[in-house]
Each structure stands twice: as C-alpha cells, then as structure tokens.
C-alpha cells in the first residue's frame, strides 16, 4: 500500500501524468546545457556558469509550460463545450424543438 502511495507522488509521476510537463523539462535540461556552457566559454567561471545553467534552465521551463499549459487549457474547454453540445443534441433528439432547430438550419430559400 505505502509503494503505490508514494509512486504516486514522485517526480516521475508528476512528468508522466501532468501534461507539458515532459517536453518543458526536457527542453529546460538542453537550455540549461546550452546556456551555461555557453557561458563557461564566455567566462571560464564554473560557478558562474553553474548559475547561468540553473537560471537558462528555469527561464526554459517556464517559458514553454505557461503558453502549453495556456493551449491545453483552452483545448479542454472546446471539448467540454462539444460534450454538452452532444449531450443537448442526444436529449433534444425527437422533440418538436429539435426539429425546430433542425428546419432552422437547412440552407435553402426562407419564407
């Protein structure tokens, strides 16, 4: 029991079920490479360059999960927006309104 509780709460879990998560972090970790090596050649500093690696990671991260996170959010609010739709359409099926709205619809000449 306490193995698939504490399975639950790990950083590999929150990467594996939390979309964006992944590619931010994978992103974030080839940032971070570039940009303190980058900056170990600029300066030949390796505690310099360490900050600069953990300041180009974070800055990574963060700038490809808000407009993900963003973009997902926005996806799942058209699907709910689909669901109920379906689901009106489904429980309107056969009522007078539904043919009401149906005639509304068809293109063609209106009198």
Excluded at 62 to 79: D, E, G, N, S
Aim: net charge positive; hydrophobic share 35%.
């Amino acid at each position: 029991m306490e193995d698939d509780e504490k399975s639950k709460w790990g950083p590999k879990h929150f990467i594996q079920n939390t979309p964006c998560a992944r590619n931010s972090f994978l992103y974030g970790m080839g940032g971070g490479a570039i940009g303190g090596f980058a900056y170990f050649l600029w300066t030949s500093n390796p505690k310099r360059s360490y900050h600069a690696l953990m300041a180009s990671f974070t800055a990574t991260v963060l700038l490809y999960w808000f407009p993900c996170r963003y973009q997902y959010a926005q996806q799942r609010i058209k699907q709910r927006k689909i669901n109920q739709g379906l689901k009106t359409h489904i429980v309107m099926q056969g009522t007078p309104e539904a043919e009401l709205l149906a005639s509304a619809m068809e293109p063609g000449p209106k009198s």
